[in-house]
């Protein structure tokens, strides 16, 4: 498994002007000083102010490695980013597995309401377990839940071309080159498929990658979006609800071979009913994404919808 190290990033700032047209006139009435201040602005309603995001992650993320970017579903502009990146990208985890839901859908080889049952181990492969006994369950129970077993099953249903082509499409390169240098060793490939073994991303890709699942195939996207929902509504995620925005996203926990650490992922999106928005928030050398990745997310979002989410009403 990879290790990462810090770099240093940098923050690109988002800035939006408007222009009004002449207004009748208004009968005379007294003009207050030049001085004096205006009304304050409704909240939510002033301009997007990036560095109100990146300081909420910087406060989130508190000194620890790691890194959140923010990307503008609309406009595709990168909102803010914060923290450090990585010089080797680390292991995806399960943020992959909506992709791995969709080249299956894509390939006919998943209906999101059969289930598959779980207990605690692949039932092809007992070496290869989960974390937990999570029972029957359909695409969006294992979504919820991030269960292992559901999605080795999945990934042994999908030819690894298939598969690499589907996440080179959305911008993952170099886990695509890992589907494929895995292809020939099936414990490998479903491993690999579930965004460990080599596969590698950076938070800034894995926030591109979810905007074009996002903005591609809706009717795809129709069977995953409850999972991705659910994860946050009861599932691993649920440390990234925030009050008044219905939030998606998928948690992600990679384990390090060599020191026994894991690093922390949650990749997520709001409002979850109409998405304007994505962010992607990285730990490295922590605990699980749930319990360290999706809070973060959460003060970045709750940052948003107060300052950026009037801008798409």
Not at 8 to 35: F, N, Q, Y
Request: charged share 20%; proline share 7%; aromatic share 4%.
């Amino acid at each position: 498994m990879r290790t990462s190290t810090p770099l240093l990033i940098t923050l690109a700032l988002a800035a939006s002007a408007c222009h009004a047209g002449p207004e009748p006139a208004a009968p005379a009435r007294e003009v207050a000083p030049r001085d004096a201040p205006g009304p304050a602005p409704k909240p939510g309603t002033e301009a997007c102010d990036a560095s109100t995001i990146t300081d909420a992650a910087d406060r989130a993320l508190a000194g620890r490695a790691g890194a959140v970017v923010v990307l503008d579903l609309e406009s595709g502009e990168t909102l803010a980013e914060a923290g450090e990146l990585v010089a080797s990208a680390p292991p995806p985890a399960s943020t992959l597995k909506p992709f791995l839901a969709r080249a299956a859908l894509r390939a006919g080889a998943l209906d999101p309401r059969a289930t598959v049952s779980c207990d605690g181990a692949w039932s092809r492969d007992r070496a290869l377990t989960c974390f937990a006994e999570h029972g029957a369950l359909t695409l969006e129970d294992a979504l919820a839940t991030s269960c292992n077993a559901y999605f080795y099953e999945l990934a042994s249903r999908v030819e690894p071309d298939a598969l690499a082509r589907e996440l080179r499409d959305v911008g993952l390169p170099s886990v695509s080159d890992a589907i494929a240098a895995a292809a020939d060793d099936p414990r490998a490939y479903v491993a690999t498929a579930i965004g460990h073994g080599d596969a590698s991303a950076t938070p800034s890709q894995l926030a591109s990658a979810y905007a074009t699942l996002l903005r591609r195939d809706p009717e795809l996207l129709a069977a995953i979006a409850p999972g991705l929902e659910a994860a946050v509504a009861r599932g691993t995620a649920q440390q990234a609800t925030v009050d008044g925005l219905a939030v998606a996203g998928k948690t992600g926990t990679a384990s390090h071979d060599d020191d026994g650490e894991n690093d922390a992922w949650f990749v997520g999106y709001a409002p979850a009913e109409d998405p304007k928005v994505v962010v992607v928030s990285y730990v490295h050398g922590a605990g699980s994404g749930g319990e360290l990745a999706a809070p973060i997310a959460r003060e970045v979002l709750t940052a948003w919808s107060s300052r950026c989410r009037e801008r798409h009403a």
